[in-house]
C-alpha cells in the first residue's frame, strides 16, 4: 500500500512540475531561431540565414552543472529548451545553440570542427609546433600565451565585458593529433555580474569552438 501511494505521489508531483514547465512563459520558435541564428553568426563569425528549432523539455537536478538547471530553490525541475541547429550533413551538425525557453538566454553554443579552415601562416605555425617534438617549448609557450590572450580579446568583443577574469582552467588542453596539428583549450571567462562561462578555444585558428554558461546569478 505505501509503495503505490509513493508511486501515485511522484507521478502527481512530477505531472505538476510538467505542468508548472508548459505554463511558463516562452518565446516560441521564431524567437528562438533569431536569437540563435544571432549567437551563431556572432561567436563563430558565420553568415547562417536559416536554421532547425527544436523545443524539447529538459529533466534538471541540482547537481547539474550548466546554467539554468534549476532556480536554486528546488531539488528537482523541468525547463523548456530550444535547440536551434544548422545541420552539415545528415548525421552531423554545424552549428548549435541551446536557448532557455521562456527568456532566451544563452546555455551553450559550439560549432564543428571542419568548420574550421587554417590560413597558410597559421598552418606554418602549427607545423613548426609540431616539429619542435613532444615536450614542452618555448614555441609551446608562445602558442598558450597567444591563445589565452586571443580568449580575452574574444571575451571583451563578445560577453559585453571590458574586463572579464579569465582562468586557465586546465581542462581540455590536448593536441587534435599529428595530421592537424593544433591544440585546444579550455578556460573559465568571470563577468562583471558574476556570469560564469566555460569557453573552449582551438590553436592556431584562434576561433571558439564551444561556450557555455555554467553559472548565472540572475
Known amino acids: 500500500m505505501k509503495r503505490k501511494l509513493f508511486l501515485l505521489t511522484a507521478i502527481i508531483l512530477s505531472l505538476s512540475l510538467f ?14 531561431k533569431e536569437i540563435g541564428l544571432k549567437y551563431i553568426n556572432q561567436y563563430f563569425n558565420a553568415n547562417e540565414t536559416e536554421a532547425k528549432v527544436y523545443r524539447e523539455l ?3 537536478y541540482p547537481e ?26 545528415a548525421s552531423l551538425i554545424k552549428y548549435e545553440v541551446y536557448l532557455l525557453g521562456n527568456t532566451g538566454d544563452l546555455m551553450y553554443a559550439n560549432q564543428h570542427q571542419m568548420n ?5 601562416e597559421q598552418k606554418e605555425k602549427a607545423n613548426n ?3 619542435e ?13 597567444e591563445l589565452y590572450q586571443a580568449c580575452f580579446d574574444w ?5 559585453d565585458e571590458t574586463r572579464p577574469i579569465l582562468l586557465d582552467s586546465n581542462v581540455g588542453k590536448e593536441a587534435r ?8 583549450a579550455t578556460y573559465y571567462v568571470v563577468t562583471k555580474d558574476g556570469r560564469v562561462y566555460s569557453l573552449s578555444m582551438e590553436w592556431p585558428s584562434l576561433q571558439v569552438v564551444s561556450i557555455s554558461v555554467i553559472n548565472d546569478p540572475n
Open 19 to 32: 505542468l508548472i514547465a508548459c505554463g511558463e512563459k516562452d518565446i516560441g520558435e521564431a524567437k528562438a
Open 116 to 120: 574550421i579552415i587554417l590560413t597558410d
Open 58 to 60: 529538459w529533466e534538471c
Open 133 to 145: 617534438g613532444a615536450n614542452w617549448g618555448e614555441l609551446h609557450q608562445q602558442a598558450s600565451e
Open 177 to 184: 593529433g599529428a595530421l592537424l596539428r593544433t591544440t585546444g
Open 129 to 131: 609546433l609540431y616539429a
Open 64 to 89: 547539474d552543472t550548466a546554467a539554468f538547471s534549476t532556480n536554486g530553490d528546488t531539488e528537482f525541475s523541468y525547463r523548456w529548451v530550444y535547440r536551434v541547429y544548422v545541420p552539415l550533413a
Open 155 to 159: 571575451s571583451v568583443a563578445n560577453l
